[in-house]
């Protein structure tokens, strides 16, 4: 039977800020569905082009654990509007809106694989073209100090970041920025399933690249906007149809 698959998950608002908290509230759940979530750590965020505050969920919770209600609007002192907590590590994603206008979304987690490769000091090869995304646009960032994170190391991980979209952060995990929370979640989980590629390929002999021209034509067609929806939307579909209590709480 054709057509019985509504292809635009329900969760749709008219609000701009409404549809954006929506779109967060999914996309912790995508990224814990992608073995993302750590516990109670790594972070989401996102804000309304050119806001000076964004948003996150509340200290405390895991990604499984996302809802609207928990939602919590932070300054980039990290200053909760909304009243509740959160994770004073946020400074780092602050320092990156502050430097870079075209980013409205930044995910930071610990995933297995890119935490491993990170590990050797390694750069991201362009070895499928999924990972093609990230070709000239993923930068290496090897001074962390440790898990506490002040403001002279928030800026350091904006300056490592660049322009790019991605950084792989040695001894610790990634940082994946987006213009919306759909391009930095589908960029978070095409960087993890690359980095596994990655450490496969190299366990068992030197991989063959892409070439530049290859990856170039890969990276423009699979970042734009028409492919990032369908791959959102994929995912939203199976968190939504899994989980349906998030269905509930975003309809
Ligand atoms: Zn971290």
């Not at 698959?5 to 996309?27: C, D, G, K, T």
């Not at 994946?176 to 366990?203: P, Y």
């Not at 028409?226 to 791959?231: K, L, N, P, Q």
Request: proline share 4%; aromatic share 6%; with cysteine.
């Amino acid at each position: 039977m054709t057509g019985a698959v509504p292809l635009r998950p329900h969760f749709r608002s008219n609000s701009a800020l409404e549809q954006m908290r929506r779109e967060l509230v999914l996309a912790f759940h995508i990224l814990n569905r992608e073995g993302q979530g750590n516990e109670v750590a790594g972070h989401v965020t996102a804000r309304l082009p050119g806001a000076q505050t964004f948003w996150t969920n509340r200290f405390r919770l895991g990604f499984d654990e996302a809802n609207l209600a928990d939602l919590q609007e932070v300054d980039f002192d990290i200053n909760v509007k909304t009243g509740g907590e959160v994770n004073q590590a946020l400074l780092f994603h602050a320092a990156i809106y502050e430097a870079r206008p075209d980013v409205n979304a930044v995910v930071h987690t610990h995933p297995r694989n890119a935490v491993a490769l990170a590990s050797l000091g390694q750069p991201l090869l362009p070895l499928d073209q999924q990972a093609a995304i990230f070709f000239e646009n993923i930068a290496n960032y090897n001074d962390h100090e440790g898990v506490v994170l002040g403001k002279d190391e928030a800026r350091e991980i904006s300056k490592a970041l660049g322009n790019c979209r991605g950084l792989l952060m040695t001894n610790h995990g990634v940082v994946v920025t987006g213009k919306s929370v759909r391009e930095a979640t589908v960029g978070a989980i095409v960087l993890e399933i690359a980095c596994e590629i990655q450490l496969k390929a190299m366990s068992a002999g030197k991989p063959v690249q892409l070439s530049a021209e290859s990856a170039n034509h890969a990276k423009a067609f699979l970042s734009q906007d028409e492919h990032i929806d369908m791959r959102f939307e994929y995912w939203s579909r199976r968190v939504l149809a899994e989980n349906p209590h998030v269905a509930m709480d975003i309809a």
